[in-house]
């Protein structure tokens, strides 16, 4: 019973980790370019614990290290108003397809 279980288990984080692995891989950017565009997610993002007071009090995420398949859904959320941050908004506005996945590259590769 324990080897069916314990089995079970590692099948189940092996798939986990095959699905974040090809997540990860569907997209496409390169961080190179994106060293030239991160200085408007560093000024929030980068710092530990910051928060930010615009429109309200709201505890800004780290996004070092972060799947960058997710990173770009969030950036394209941001960018349709699913979610709602003006300033997000307003950043994602400006960025193109290509532009996301290449900071999402870049940021699912920095180190935490």
């Known amino acids: 019973m324990t080897r069916t279980i314990l089995g079970a288990a ?5 798939a986990a980790l095959a699905m974040t692995a090809q997540a990860q891989g569907d997209v496409k950017g390169d961080p190179e370019r994106a060293k030239q565009k991160i200085s408007m997610c560093a000024g929030c993002h980068g710092i530990p614990d910051y928060r ?4 309200e009090v ?8 972060q799947n960058p398949a997710y990173i770009v859904k969030a950036l394209e959320a941001y960018r349709s ?7 997000m908004r307003a950043i994602a506005a400006t960025l193109s397809g290509q532009d996301m996945a290449d ?10």
């Open 10 to 14: 590692l099948a189940a984080t092996a």
């Open 81 to 87: 108003g699913e979610r709602n941050h003006p300033s």
């Open 58 to 65: 709201y505890s800004v995420p780290m996004i070092a290290g």
């Open 103 to 112: 900071l999402a590259v870049y940021y699912g590769t920095v180190a935490k």
């Open 52 to 55: 930010t007071a615009f429109p």
